[in-house]
């Protein structure tokens, strides 16, 4: 991986995105933005259920299945890290990872052990 990326920053965000970014119909800027707008999606479907215990598992699955079409498994787990670092949406976005075989061994001990 690029020297440039081993740590996600806000500045460097955008630009990891775009260069993991494969969609087979072509790169168009306003759904490169729309699937950018999953991870956010994600949070809030994450922060739904520990405020009023309602879980989505469809669409948390629908949405990790497309970014990882899009940005690739890799790519779109070091997003996810960068915004979701809080430990409360690792417990609750793990078994889905695992149920999509997403997350290896080298991912969890990554994930978890950088994590507070």
């Known amino acids: ?21 494969y969609n087979p119909l072509g790169i168009d800027p306003e ?9 956010k999606y994600i949070k809030r479907l994450l922060n739904r259920y520990i ?9 948390i699955l629908n949405h990790l299945i497309q970014l990882a079409n899009v940005f690739g498994i890799n790519a779109m787990l070091k997003i996810l890290e960068f915004k979701l670092h809080e430990k409360k949406y690792w417990s609750i976005l793990k078994p889905f ?8 061994k080298k991912h969890e001990l990554h994930f ?4 507070n």
């Open 1 to 21: 991986m690029n020297k440039d990326f081993e740590v996600l920053t806000d500045e460097n965000l955008y630009l990891f995105a775009a260069k993991s970014y």
């Open 97 to 104: 990872l695992i149920f999509l075989k997403y997350m290896n």
């Open 51 to 59: 405020v009023n215990n309602v879980l989505s598992e469809r669409l």
């Open 31 to 39: 759904e490169f933005e729309s699937d950018l707008k999953k991870f």
């Open 112 to 115: 978890f052990s950088s994590t």
